[in-house]
T-cell receptor, first 112, second 117 residues
Framework: KNQVEQSPQSLIILEGKNCTLQCNYTVSPFSNLRWYKQDTGRGPVSLTIMTFSENTKSNGRYTATLDADTKQSSLHITASQLSDSASYICVVSLEAGNMLTFGGGTRLMVKP | GAVVSQHPSWVICKSGTSVKIECRSLDFQATTMFWYRQFPKQSLMLMATSNEGSKATYEQGVEKDKFLINHASLTLSTLTVTSAHPEDSSFYIC?????????????FGPGTRLTVL
């Protein structure tokens, strides 16, 4: 069964600190992995997209890594800001078709 | 970047009434649109996939007669929740894809909060 597991489920950090969110997947055949940020009451917004051949991709203070061998990805947030408070969702796309498999998300709260 | 809008952003209705939610791709033509439902503190759950001009494909457990989807043009898809009940209260999100292949990129709308009293 294709699954995407994220950890931790929730995280509280102080403003200015760094944090790393984890994503493990069993989706196969794998096409690409993307990280989304979802603010409360809003739709997901894409942060990064990586194919199996890409190991890392950055978008400002967000850096995603991918290890296709171990089927693990991480999202590192540097110098967190209050506006980073949101849910971060790891989504894996199958090689063919429309199917996306969503992780349960990590709810991040950044406190002053 | 590709922009997807939804209307309304929130709606409150009485039990038994029908509610229509619109999803529009503003700056690209969406060959495929998707409808998701999200309950509090849960991730998105795909309800159905629709291709322009053809019938929607519903996920297992989603009632096609209750959740009517129309994808009449390359920029507009509508979801109608018929005879809504309190258990239909949820956050409905659409997404759109401009072409098959590539990254299979889906661009998400801002969501519609439905509350059924």
């Amino acid at each position: 069964k294709n699954q995407v597991e994220q950890s931790p489920q929730s995280l509280i950090i102080l403003e200015g600190k760094n944090c790393t969110l984890q994503c493990n997947y069993t989706v196969s055949p794998f096409s690409n992995l993307r990280w989304y940020k979802q603010d409360t009451g809003r739709g997901p917004v894409s942060l990064t997209i990586m194919t199996f051949s890409e190991n890392t991709k950055s978008n400002g203070r967000y850096t995603a890594t991918l290890d296709a061998d171990t089927k693990q990805s991480s999202l590192h947030i540097t110098a967190s800001q209050l506006s980073d408070s949101a849910s971060y969702i790891c989504v894996v796309s199958l090689e063919a078709g429309n199917m996306l498999t969503f992780g349960g998300g990590t709810r991040l709260m950044v406190k002053p | 970047g590709a922009v997807v809008s939804q209307h309304p952003s929130w709606v409150i209705c009485k039990s038994g009434t029908s509610v229509k939610i619109e999803c529009r791709s503003l700056d690209f033509q969406a060959t495929t649109m998707f409808w998701y439902r999200q309950f509090p503190k849960q991730s998105l759950m795909l309800m159905a996939t629709s291709n322009e001009g053809s019938k929607a494909t519903y996920e297992q457990g989603v009632e096609k007669d209750k959740f009517l989807i129309n994808h009449a043009s390359l920029t507009l898809s509508t979801l109608t929740v018929t005879s809504a009940h309190p258990e239909d209260s949820s956050f409905y999100i659409c997404s759109a894809r401009d072409r098959p292949g590539g990254y299979n990129e889906q661009f998400f709308g801002p969501g519609t909060r439905l509350t059924v009293l």
